[in-house]
């Protein structure tokens, strides 16, 4: 059984910082191509970072400079720091592990940054 099970959210002042973990089980972690998305109230989601493997890495351009997505694949587990956080990063952030065809999501874990 698949599991991506996200932890490290809730409510932070703007301007402050949250670490996002997201701890994976039932995959060879190190195969997949892993990442971090986010839906806000009323909008769809999109992608915050993604990485592609060892040395690439996307981010959406509103967190370039903000974010660092990293991954242990040791401990099958990829992370999320957060920093200068806004009032428009709040919204459920959700780990997705894929590699081909196979596509996985966490549960989700709400950040609301207070402004």
């Known amino acids: 059984q698949v599991r991506l099970v996200e932890s490290g959210g809730g409510l932070v002042q703007a301007g402050g910082s949250l670490r996002l973990s997201c701890a994976a089980s039932?995959?060879?972690?190190?195969?997949?191509?892993v990442g971090w998305y986010r839906q806000a109230p009323g909008k769809e989601r999109e992608l915050v970072a993604s990485?592609?493997?060892?040395?690439?890495?996307i981010y959406a351009d509103s967190v370039k400079g903000r974010f660092t997505a990293s991954r242990d694949n040791g401990k099958t587990t990829v992370y999320l720091q957060m920093s200068s956080l806004k009032f428009e990063d709040t919204a459920v952030y959700y780990c997705?592990?894929?590699?081909?065809?196979?596509?996985?999501w966490g549960q989700g874990i709400q950040v609301t940054v207070s402004s």
């Open positions: 990485l592609i493997n060892s040395v690439s890495t």
């Open positions: 039932g995959i060879t972690f190190s195969a997949y191509a």
């Open positions: 997705n592990a894929r590699l081909g065809a196979r596509n996985f």
